[in-house]
C-alpha cells in the first residue's frame, strides 16, 4: 500500500516546530491525518479546526491552555454518540506559527505538556 502524501502544512509546521525547539519533529501517520513528535512524545497533530479546515494543533494542558486561548487558539473537538468531546489541542495564530521566536513558549509548553501527559 503506498504511503500517503504529508500536505505541504504538515512540514511546514514540522520546520516551523524545528526551528523554534531547535531539536528534531519527526511526521507520523495516525488516524487518517498525521502526528508531529519530538523526543517520543506527540507535541501536535495536523487537525480540523472550527471551520473542518485542517491547521496544526499543538498539546495543552491545564497549564498552558489559557495561553493559547488567549491569543486565540481553538480547541481540537469531535462529536461522538452525541457529544462534543473536546481535545488536549489548540490552533494558534499563523502569525505565531510564522515566526519561531513568537512560537518557541507555545512549542515548549506543547513538548512539557506531552511528557507530562505520558507519565
Known sequence: MAKKPIPQGVLQGQAALEQALERPVEVKAMFGSFGLR??????????????????????????SRDAFEAVGGTAFTYHRAGKTMTMPYRSLPQAILDDPQALRPYAEQALRAAQNAKR
Do not use: T
Not at 44 to 57: V, Y
Open 38 to 63: 519530538c523526543e517520543g512524545v506527540m507535541i501536535a497533530g495536523w487537525m480540523p479546526d472550527d471551520s473542518e479546515q485542517r491547521c496544526l494543533m499543538l498539546r495543552v494542558d491545564d497549564q
